[in-house]
């Protein structure tokens, strides 16, 4: 009797750890999601090109728009990404487990269309959709301000 017990209990402990580890397998590692949002940046030129990618950590800006909360591996969300610069635009990235995709706000009818995609798809309550869409007018209506208070140069 008691060994049947313990063979249950290591059966459950052993599948528990299994399904824990699948788990894992499908988030991405905050290192990846740090890199993928340099990489963007730098195509942006926001960023100068660098091999060392670790440089740029500790400026990136990647902030769940709901809630304010920085962005980790676990959760899934919308998150405002830039750098810590003055007068820089800031960009929209999207996480669903290892899915990382990142917009320009510059097109708000490309990036609503986006947003609704992103919503629909993760099935998000109709509460933190209304939050989402002020969040990303608000961020739009934030890139342009910002457009005019970098000055122009004697070129343009």
Same mark, same amino acid.
């Given at each position: 009797?008691?060994?049947?017990?313990?063979?249950?209990?290591?059966?459950?402990?052993?599948?528990?750890?299994?399904?824990?580890?699948?788990?894992?397998?499908?988030?991405?590692?905050?290192?990846?999601?740090?890199?993928?949002?340099?990489?963007?940046?730098?195509?942006?030129?926001?960023?100068?090109?660098?091999?060392?990618?670790?440089?740029?950590?500790?400026?990136?800006? #990647?902030?769940?728009?709901?809630?304010? @909360?920085? &962005?980790?591996?676990?959760? !899934?969300? $919308?998150? +405002?990404?830039?750098?810590?610069?003055?007068?820089?635009?800031?960009?929209?990235?999207?996480?669903?487990?290892?899915?990382?995709?990142?917009?320009?706000?510059?097109?708000?009818?490309?990036?609503?269309?986006?947003?609704?995609?992103?919503?629909?798809?993760?099935?998000?309550?109709?509460? #933190?959709?209304?939050?989402?869409?002020? @969040?990303? &007018?608000?961020?739009?209506? !934030?890139? $342009?301000? +910002?457009?005019?208070?970098?000055?122009?140069?004697?070129?343009?």
């Amino acid at each position: 009797m008691v060994k049947r017990v313990l063979l249950s209990f290591m059966i459950v402990f052993v599948v528990s750890c299994n399904s824990g580890a699948k788990d894992n397998e499908s988030k991405i590692d905050i290192g990846q999601i740090e890199d993928t949002a340099i990489n963007f940046l730098m195509e942006q030129q926001v960023l100068e090109k660098s091999l060392d990618k670790k440089k740029y950590y500790g400026n990136l800006l #990647l902030i769940e728009l709901a809630t304010d @909360k920085p &962005i980790d591996s676990e959760d !899934n969300g $919308i998150y +405002r990404l830039g750098v810590f610069k003055s007068h820089t635009k800031e960009y929209l990235l999207f996480k669903n487990n290892r899915e990382i995709e990142i917009f320009e706000v510059s097109n708000l009818g490309d990036c609503i269309e986006n947003l609704f995609v992103f919503l629909n798809r993760n099935d998000v309550d109709k509460n #933190l959709r209304t939050i989402y869409i002020e @969040k990303v &007018i608000e961020l739009y209506k !934030n890139n $342009i301000d +910002r457009r005019r208070l970098v000055p122009k140069s004697d070129n343009s």
